[in-house]
C-alpha cells in the first residue's frame, strides 16, 4: 500500500512540473524563464532627395547615406508575456512613427499596448513627417511600416533562453548641458551651444553621463548575446559630417562598436563581428548635448563617429566588468493616464505677439534659416526665431494635454518610456527617487494618440527664458510633477511584485 502512495505522489509531483513549464515559481507566481531576441531592417530610402529630419528641413535634401539607418526590435518573453521594445533611427516617434504599431500588432499577434516605439533621436535620418519635392514620401512611410513589422518577426523568431544581467558607468568630458555662461557673465543657451564662439567660459549646471547598460545573456551557442544602453545626448552630429548624408549619428557607431571590430578609419568592420547585438537608447537628453566649440570641457565635441566610438568603448568596459543578475520577478506592463496644464506666458501682450505671428508666417513659408525669416526676427527683436514661433504655438494650445505614460519592469530592472525630450536633470531626480536598483528613463518615445510631446523643461530653463523654454507645450512645473508621478508608478510596480 505505501509502495502505491508513493508511486501516486510521485505523478502527482511530475505532472506539477510538466504544468509550470520547467519553470521557477517564486512568490506563489510560476515564471516560464526569460526568452529574448533580436530583429534589424534597414530603413535606407530607396531614392535620394528626401528631407533630412534635423535643423531647417528645407536646406537638408539627402545627397546619399554615411551609414545604415535601422529599426530595431528586441523581443523579451516571460511566462504568457511578450514585449517588443523597438528602438528606430528617426527624430521622433509622431503619428508617421506610430502608424506602424497596430500592423505590427496585426501581424505578429502581439496586443498593440505590448509594442513600445522609441526612437535615437538621430538629426540626420530621414523626415518621415514631410512632404517630399520628389512624391516619394508615401512609399517610404510602407516601406519603414513593413520594415518595422519584419524586424518584429525576425526577433520572435530568434527567441532564445537568457539571463539578465545590468551594469552601469560614468562617462567622462562626453555629455554636456548646452548652456553656458560667458566671460562677460550672461548666459547663454540657445538650444544648440555651438555657435557662442570663443566667449564661453564654462557650462552651466550638472550634466547626467551616467551610461546604463543590460545585457541579455542567451543561453544556445549560436546565439549572440543581446546588450541595450542607454545614454542622455542629443544625436546632432550633422555640422561635423556632410549635412545632407542619412546617418544615424553616433548610435551607429556606439552599437557598432559593441557589435564589430572597428577598421584602420575607427569605422565598424562588417566582416569582423564580436559577440553582441547592441540596441541604443536615448536617456534624458532635452538640454544635454556633444558640443563643438568647446574643447576644453567637452574634448570629443560634435566630432563623429569618434564620439560614437567612444560611448562604445564605455559600454564594452561595462560588458568586460562584474554586472548584476538580475532576479526572476516577470515582467509587468503598465499604463498612467496623465493630464499636464499648457504653456501659457506671454499671451497677455497682444503687439508681441501679433510681431510674433509675422516671423512664424515667413519662417513657415521660407524656413527658419531663411534671410528674410532673419530679417524679421531682427526687426522685432526676437533673441531667436523659436521665440516667435514658440509664442504663436501658445496661443493656439489646448489648456491641458492628456497622455500615457509608459513603465514596465523585467525580473526587477525598471523602464520609463517618455514621448518628451526630458531633461538630464529630471531623468536624474527619476533614477535617484526610484525604488529600483536600476531604471532606464527612454525618451523620444510613444504616447498613446502617436505624437512627440516636445520640450519638458526643468524650472531653470523657464526662469532664465532658454530655448526649450520657448517651445514648449507645458505650464513650469510639470516636468517636476511628471518626475514625482514616473516615481510613484514605479513604486506603486514594485508593490506589487
Given at each position: 500500500?505505501?509502495?502505491?502512495?508513493?508511486?501516486?505522489?510521485?505523478?502527482?509531483?511530475?505532472?506539477?512540473?510538466?504544468?509550470?513549464?520547467?519553470?521557477?515559481?517564486a512568490?506563489?507566481k510560476?515564471?516560464?524563464?526569460?526568452?529574448?531576441?533580436?530583429?534589424?531592417?534597414?530603413?535606407?530610402?530607396?531614392?535620394?532627395?528626401?528631407?533630412?529630419?534635423?535643423?531647417?528641413?528645407?536646406?537638408?535634401?539627402?545627397?546619399?547615406?554615411r551609414?545604415?539607418?535601422?529599426?530595431t526590435c528586441?523581443?523579451i518573453k516571460?511566462?504568457?508575456?511578450?514585449?517588443?521594445?523597438?528602438?528606430?533611427?528617426?527624430?521622433?516617434?509622431?503619428?508617421?512613427?506610430?502608424?506602424?504599431?497596430?500592423?505590427?500588432?496585426?501581424?505578429?499577434?502581439?496586443?498593440e499596448?505590448?509594442?513600445?516605439?522609441?526612437?535615437?533621436?538621430?538629426?540626420?535620418?530621414v523626415?518621415?513627417r514631410?512632404?517630399w519635392?520628389?512624391?516619394?514620401?508615401?512609399?517610404?512611410?510602407?516601406?519603414?511600416?513593413?520594415?518595422?513589422?519584419?524586424?518584429?518577426?525576425?526577433?520572435?523568431a530568434?527567441?532564445?533562453?537568457?539571463?539578465?544581467?545590468?551594469?552601469?558607468?560614468?562617462?567622462?568630458?562626453?555629455?554636456?548641458?548646452?548652456?553656458?555662461?560667458?566671460?562677460?557673465?550672461?548666459?547663454?543657451?540657445?538650444?544648440?551651444?555651438?555657435?557662442?564662439?570663443?566667449?564661453?567660459?564654462?557650462?552651466?549646471?550638472?550634466?547626467?553621463?551616467?551610461?546604463?547598460?543590460?545585457?541579455?545573456?542567451?543561453?544556445?551557442?549560436?546565439?549572440?548575446?543581446?546588450?541595450?544602453?542607454?545614454?542622455?545626448a542629443?544625436?546632432?552630429?550633422?555640422?561635423?559630417?556632410?549635412?545632407?548624408?542619412?546617418?544615424?549619428?553616433?548610435?551607429?557607431?556606439?552599437?557598432?562598436?559593441?557589435?564589430?571590430?572597428?577598421?584602420?578609419?575607427?569605422?565598424?568592420?562588417?566582416?569582423?563581428?564580436?559577440?553582441?547585438?547592441?540596441?541604443?537608447?536615448?536617456?534624458?537628453?532635452?538640454d544635454?548635448?556633444?558640443?563643438?566649440?568647446?574643447?576644453?570641457?567637452?574634448?570629443?565635441?560634435?566630432?563623429?563617429p569618434?564620439?560614437?566610438?567612444?560611448?562604445?568603448?564605455?559600454?564594452?568596459?561595462?560588458?568586460?566588468?562584474?554586472?548584476?543578475?538580475?532576479?526572476?520577478?516577470?515582467?509587468?506592463?503598465?499604463?498612467?493616464?496623465?493630464?499636464?496644464?499648457?504653456?501659457?506666458?506671454g499671451?497677455?501682450?497682444v503687439?508681441?505677439?501679433?510681431?510674433?505671428?509675422e516671423?512664424?508666417?515667413?519662417?513657415?513659408a521660407?524656413?527658419?534659416?531663411?534671410?528674410d525669416?532673419?530679417?524679421?526676427?531682427?526687426?522685432?527683436?526676437?533673441?531667436?526665431?523659436?521665440?516667435?514661433?514658440?509664442?504663436?504655438?501658445?496661443?493656439?494650445?489646448?489648456?491641458?494635454?492628456s497622455?500615457?505614460?509608459?513603465?514596465?519592469?523585467?525580473?526587477?530592472?525598471?523602464?520609463?518610456?517618455?514621448?518628451?525630450?526630458?531633461?538630464?536633470?529630471?531623468?536624474?531626480?527619476?533614477?535617484?527617487?526610484?525604488?529600483?536598483?536600476?531604471?532606464?528613463?527612454?525618451?523620444?518615445?510613444e504616447?498613446?494618440?502617436?505624437?512627440?510631446?516636445?520640450?519638458?523643461p526643468?524650472?531653470?530653463?523657464?526662469?532664465?527664458?532658454?530655448y526649450?523654454?520657448?517651445?514648449?507645450?507645458?505650464?513650469?512645473?510639470?516636468?517636476e510633477?511628471?518626475?514625482?508621478?514616473?516615481?510613484?508608478?514605479l513604486?506603486e510596480?514594485?508593490?506589487?511584485?
Open positions: 500500500m505505501k509502495k502505491i502512495i508513493c508511486i501516486l505522489l510521485t505523478v502527482v509531483m511530475l505532472l506539477g512540473l510538466c504544468a509550470c513549464g520547467g519553470g521557477a515559481t512568490g506563489g510560476d515564471y516560464k524563464g526569460l526568452q529574448v531576441g533580436f530583429g534589424r531592417t534597414s530603413i535606407v530610402p530607396d531614392v535620394l532627395g528626401v528631407e533630412i529630419a534635423g535643423g531647417d528641413a528645407s536646406a537638408r535634401i539627402s545627397t546619399g547615406y551609414d545604415e539607418v535601422s529599426a528586441i523581443a516571460e511566462g504568457d508575456q511578450t514585449i517588443l521594445l523597438y528602438t528606430i533611427d528617426f527624430i521622433t516617434v509622431d503619428k508617421n512613427v506610430y502608424a506602424a504599431q497596430p500592423e505590427i500588432a496585426e501581424a505578429t499577434g502581439i496586443p499596448e505590448n509594442i513600445i516605439l522609441n526612437t535615437t533621436h538621430t538629426h540626420s535620418g523626415s518621415i514631410s512632404s519635392d520628389n512624391g516619394e514620401q508615401d512609399n517610404y512611410r510602407a516601406k519603414y511600416r513593413a520594415a518595422a513589422v519584419d524586424a518584429a518577426k525576425l526577433a520572435l530568434d527567441l532564445s533562453p537568457a539571463e539578465m544581467y545590468y551594469g552601469s558607468t560614468m562617462t567622462e568630458n562626453m555629455v554636456f548641458v548646452r548652456h553656458y555662461l560667458l566671460e562677460n557673465g550672461t548666459t547663454y543657451g540657445n538650444g544648440h551651444g555651438t555657435t557662442a564662439g570663443t566667449t564661453i567660459k564654462e557650462h552651466l549646471y550638472d550634466a547626467d553621463g551616467e551610461l546604463q547598460v543590460i545585457k541579455f545573456a542567451r543561453a544556445a551557442e549560436d546565439k549572440k548575446d543581446v546588450v541595450l544602453m542607454n545614454l542622455g542629443h544625436a546632432t552630429m550633422m555640422n561635423s559630417i556632410d549635412a545632407n548624408m542619412i546617418s544615424a549619428d553616433w548610435p551607429y557607431n556606439a552599437r557598432s562598436y559593441v557589435e564589430y571590430e572597428l577598421d584602420e578609419e575607427g569605422m565598424p568592420d562588417l566582416e569582423k563581428p564580436k559577440d553582441y547585438l547592441c540596441a541604443v537608447f536615448e536617456a534624458a537628453a532635452g544635454q548635448i556633444p558640443n563643438s566649440n568647446i574643447k576644453s570641457i567637452a574634448p570629443y565635441g560634435n566630432k563623429y569618434e564620439f560614437g566610438n567612444k560611448i562604445g568603448e564605455y559600454c564594452q568596459s561595462v560588458l568586460d566588468g562584474e554586472m548584476t543578475k538580475a532576479e526572476g520577478t516577470g515582467i509587468q506592463l503598465k499604463v498612467h493616464d496623465y493630464t499636464a496644464p499648457s504653456m501659457k506666458e499671451l497677455e501682450d503687439e508681441r505677439l501679433q510681431q510674433a505671428q516671423v512664424a508666417s515667413i519662417s513657415s521660407k524656413g527658419s534659416s531663411h534671410v525669416t532673419k530679417a524679421a526676427v531682427a526687426k522685432y527683436g526676437f533673441p531667436s526665431v523659436y521665440e516667435a514661433t514658440g509664442l504663436v504655438s501658445r496661443s493656439k494650445y489646448p489648456d491641458t494635454y497622455m500615457q505614460l509608459h513603465a514596465m519592469t523585467i525580473d526587477g530592472v525598471s523602464f520609463i518610456f517618455a514621448p518628451f525630450e526630458m531633461f538630464g536633470v529630471t531623468g536624474r531626480e527619476i533614477k535617484d527617487t526610484s525604488p529600483y536598483e536600476m531604471t532606464f528613463v527612454v525618451t523620444c518615445s504616447n498613446a494618440g502617436g505624437y512627440h510631446m516636445g520640450y519638458l526643468h524650472e531653470y530653463a523657464c526662469e532664465e527664458s532658454f526649450e523654454y520657448d517651445v514648449t507645450k507645458f505650464a513650469r512645473g510639470t516636468a510633477d511628471l518626475a514625482k508621478t514616473y516615481v510613484q508608478i513604486t510596480m514594485k508593490g506589487a511584485e
